[in-house]
């Protein structure tokens, strides 16, 4: 996780997040104050529950997103970890040497590709936020939009030994989907996404159909649940078994018998963090997440 010092909603963006909203009347350091607490309050939260947290800090002005670090890198079974390209020179500059040479130094890591070059041709691949992963049966399902682009998919599918699933979604007002992760979340034994927001009834269908083989339970979210970042959630492994890290905001516009199902699986974590949400992400995007083994501590 990052922790921003001069966190804002990123006027970059604006143009194709739908789900970002610009900052309410308060000053800019009010606003970064708040967005510091929530993620303070939020790594605490996570480590209470039991879950190891590495916590970098984003000292810098020119980085408004840097709370979304999920973007940018993700890390793979096998000590396998992958750097992105990004869509806007604010985010390119989110990518830090530091974050990588812990990975190296906590955790196995074979070997870094990385696809950062692409930018160079306006080819785009925004990690975890462009692509929602299936780790067990190797699927990577993603929205298409101009930071999920197919060639870099491809690539990346090529090397990471996944199945990519392509697919167009778009809200009540046709606006596209920016990033996979906010509507849809796979856990180990449920799946849940705004499945009618994916604008082809017959891909629709497979998508459903895909999940579905692997035995999870689906929970159809509504476009309302998911313009609340119901879908942006991630499962993580806690101490007392699987948990559901997950906004406040996000689970207030949960119906009953979608908590239900999700308790079936795992144990709920709501958090609070109405500010970052400004910027058009939340819980999920703030992760990410470390599918490494961990080197044996070496005594003193």
């Given at each position: 996780?990052?922790?921003?010092?001069?966190?804002?909603?990123?006027?970059?963006?604006?143009?194709?997040?739908?789900?970002?909203?610009?900052?309410?009347?308060?000053?800019?350091?009010?606003?970064?104050?708040?967005?510091?607490?929530?993620?303070?309050?939020?790594?605490?939260?996570?480590?209470?529950?039991?879950?190891?947290?590495?916590?970098?800090?984003?000292?810098?002005q020119h980085t408004p997103d840097a709370v979304f670090p999920n973007n940018w890198f993700s890390t793979h079974a096998g000590g396998h970890v992958a750097i992105y390209p990004m869509a806007m020179p604010s985010r390119q500059r989110e990518r830090r040497q530091d974050v990588v040479d812990l990975l190296k130094q906590d955790y196995r890591v074979q070997d870094v590709i990385d696809y950062s070059g692409l930018e160079q041709d306006q080819v785009y691949l925004e990690g975890t936020g462009a692509m929602v992963l299936d780790h067990i049966d190797r699927v990577a399902y993603v929205a298409r939009s101009n930071r999920a682009n197919p060639l870099a998919?491809?690539?990346?599918?090529?090397?990471?030994?996944?199945?990519?699933?392509?697919?167009?979604?778009?809200?009540?007002?046709?606006?596209?989907?920016?990033?996979?992760?906010?509507?849809?979340?796979?856990?180990?034994?449920?799946?849940?996404?705004?499945?009618?927001m994916i604008t082809d009834p017959a891909r629709r269908q497979e998508v459903r159909a895909r999940l579905q083989e692997s035995g999870r339970e689906l929970v159809a979210l509504s476009g309302a649940q998911i313009a609340e970042f119901?879908?942006?959630?991630l499962e993580l492994q806690g101490?007392?078994?699987?948990?559901?890290?997950i906004s406040s905001r996000a689970v207030r516009a949960l119906q009953a018998d979608q908590i239900r199902a999700l308790e079936n699986h795992v144990q709920l974590l709501p958090l609070d963090v109405p500010t970052i949400e400004l910027a058009g992400g939340s819980v999920r995007c703030m992760l990410a997440g470390i599918h490494l083994r961990s080197r044996p501590l070496v005594p003193a």
């Open positions: 996780m990052v922790r921003p010092h001069a966190f804002r909603s990123n006027p970059d963006t604006l143009q194709d997040n739908a789900f970002q909203t610009r900052s309410p009347a308060q000053t800019d350091a009010e606003t970064a104050a708040r967005a510091y607490a929530e993620v303070s309050t939020m790594v605490r939260r996570l480590e209470d529950a039991g879950v190891a947290v590495h916590l970098f800090e984003d000292t810098g998919l491809e690539r990346f599918c090529t090397h990471f030994n996944f199945e990519p699933m392509l697919f167009d979604a778009a809200d009540a007002q046709s606006r596209a989907v920016y990033h996979t992760n906010v509507l849809m979340c796979i856990g180990t034994d449920f799946a849940m996404a705004g499945f009618d119901a879908g942006n959630a101490k007392h078994g699987r948990l559901l890290a």
